[in-house]
């Protein structure tokens, strides 16, 4: 089993930046991507942002050029960057990470944006 914890969720307001940050621990083999996904109110989780472990990433078109995604393999950490924060990006932020081709994710920490 991997467990993944995250944290630096919170509130800011509209404009503002925050960091996310899960590290991943346990019975890990060898962690292949990594990203997060969030989940607003009303709605489904969505993808938001995936790092590779040889560094490409991906992004949903939403957060492109205000997001930034980072991860350190020696550590099994991945961070987000969040930049020009808007209201619309308030959600629960959850880490997710392929473990030898076993999904895991974390419990997920809060963002809200006010505007």
């Known amino acids: 089993q991997v467990q993944l914890v995250e944290s630096g969720g919170g509130l800011v307001q509209a404009g503002g930046s925050l960091r996310l940050s899960c590290a991943a621990s346990?019975?890990?083999?060898?962690?292949?991507?990594m990203g997060w996904y969030r989940q607003a109110p009303g709605k489904q989780r969505e993808f938001v942002a995936r790092?590779?472990?040889?560094?490409?990433?991906n992004y949903v078109d939403s957060v492109k050029g205000r997001f930034s995604i980072s991860r350190d393999n020696a550590k099994n950490t991945v961070s987000l960057e969040m930049n020009s924060l808007k209201p619309e990006d308030t959600a629960v932020y959850y880490c997710?990470?392929?473990?030898?081709?076993?999904?895991?994710w974390g419990q997920g920490t809060q963002v809200t944006v006010s505007s």
């Open positions: 997710n990470a392929d473990d030898y081709g076993i999904d895991y």
């Open positions: 346990g019975s890990i083999v060898r962690i292949n991507a």
């Open positions: 790092i590779s472990r040889g560094g490409s990433t």
